[in-house]
């Protein structure tokens, strides 16, 4: 009887060891830790993307917008469609999705610059994207308890020579 305590003993001994030693669920606590680091890490990296591509996207497309104004005649007929290739790229947004979410041509202003004493055709046209605002698909706002996350304004402008000149024998 004395050797089966002193063998039960010694087990128990020997499996408090191993179990003191086994270390398969020390990962899976690690892993429950850095989970919720690693989703708002991913969120916060997939939201600063779509903020650089948005603001890529009204870049380019004040750039596409003065260039297009910047040849042909400036009159209001030109100007709207100018500000159509800003939102959608064509001079004629009809069922045309535009290049960012919720942009209208509310959302673009054109401005002329004249030479001194003004009249005449502009120097220079300045095509600008304002009170735009950009929607992140997370809230990470409410993690930091702020709601400068929710609609942040982002904008853009270009301005370039105007170069369109009258066509020959035009009156003016």
């Known amino acids: 009887m004395k050797s089966l305590l002193t063998f039960i003993k010694r ?15 020390g990962t899976l606590a690690e892993l429950a830790i850095l989970i919720p680091f690693l989703i708002v890490m991913i969120a ?8 650089f591509q ?10 596409a917008a003065a260039r297009y104004l910047s ?3 400036y009159d209001d007929n030109e100007i709207d469609k100018a500000k159509n290739v800003a939102v959608c790229g ?11 979410k919720n942009l209208t041509t ?22 600008s994207i304002v009170d735009y605002n ?22 853009s402008s270009t301005t370039m020579y105007y170069m369109w000149v009258d066509p020959a024998g035009a009156e003016e």
């Open 106 to 127: 509310d959302n673009v202003v054109v401005t002329p610059e004249y030479q001194a004493g003004g009249g005449g055709n502009p120097i220079n046209v300045t095509i």
């Open 11 to 25: 087990e128990s001994t020997a499996r408090g060891h191993r179990f003191a030693r086994n270390e398969n669920g």
């Open 134 to 155: 950009f929607q992140p698909l997370f809230n990470l706002g409410a993690l930091l308890q702020a709601d400068s996350f929710t609609n942040l304004p982002i904008g």
């Open 71 to 73: 040849n042909v005649a």
């Open 90 to 100: 064509k001079t004629n947004c009809d069922g045309i999705e535009p290049f960012a």
């Open 44 to 51: 916060a990296v997939s939201e600063l993307g779509r903020l």
């Open 54 to 63: 948005a603001y890529t996207n009204l870049s380019k497309s004040t750039r």
